[in-house]
């Protein structure tokens, strides 16, 4: 196999991968078996490997030594903790992005949304890479990579639960409001638009695994 063809298999395994994770396709603490994946892929297990790493530098996939790949697994007050810090990075965030950002940057953030198309898994899978491209790069406007870095890492960890909040219909409309208010600087207007998508995202979700997972999780 080209190194070429070797890259894109992997960047196909990856993303094939990361859909299935983020849409429950695959069920947190799920074994990865490398063999078994190589095979639906009709590869050898080098590329399915390197899918593996990228996934578990992004906190979706747990890396055992000597045991495997796994779905990670997070207890309750590991996600609420993380919805949290959410909040709390992305509010110190927006304050600097209004002071900070470029017209460049509003434009590239007024045009990440494509058009609403459904509520399937494969509408899910780019909502969700829309919705974290939004919000990084709203922290990117900051001007603080280490804070938009950060912010992408938890993006990242909460994608699975981004998808459990069916936020896909009115992802757009919200975001809207967040650059009409920057581009007004309005800080407080972005400020408060900003935490409500937030809080109302974090209480969607907590609500759908108390109601719907609560046996998988542990607590704490």
Not at 60 to 65: A, G, K, M, N, Q
Not at 143 to 170: C, H, P, T, W, Y
Request: without cysteine; proline residues 2%.
């Amino acid at each position: 196999m080209t190194k070429g063809r070797k890259s894109t298999t992997k960047n196909k395994i990856y993303h094939d991968l990361r859909r299935a994770i983020i849409t429950d396709q695959y069920r947190p603490a799920d074994r990865l078996e490398v063999d078994v994946i190589a095979a639906d892929f009709g590869t050898s297990v080098s590329p399915v490997r390197d899918a593996l790493q990228m996934l578990g530098q992004e906190g979706l996939v747990t890396i055992r030594p000597r045991a495997g790949y796994f779905v990670t697994h997070m207890t309750l007050k590991q996600l609420r903790d993380l919805l949290n810090l959410r909040e709390i990075l992305e509010t110190a965030a927006i304050d600097r992005a209004v002071k900070n950002i470029t017209d460049n940057q509003l434009n590239q953030l007024a045009t990440v949304h494509g058009e609403y198309t459904g509520e399937d898994a494969d509408a899910y899978d780019r909502y969700t890479d829309e919705n974290r491209r939004f919000h990084v790069g709203l922290a990117e406007a900051s001007g603080n990579a280490e804070l938009a870095g950060q912010i992408g890492r938890i993006m990242d960890r909460l994608a699975r639960f981004m998808v459990l909040s069916k936020s896909g219909k009115i992802m757009k409309s919200t975001h809207d409001r967040i650059v009409s208010a920057i581009r007004r600087k309005e800080t407080a207007a972005a400020r408060k638009n900003l935490i409500k998508e937030i809080q109302t995202s974090r209480r969607t979700i907590l609500d759908h695994v108390m109601a719907e997972e609560a046996s998988r999780w542990t607590v704490p």
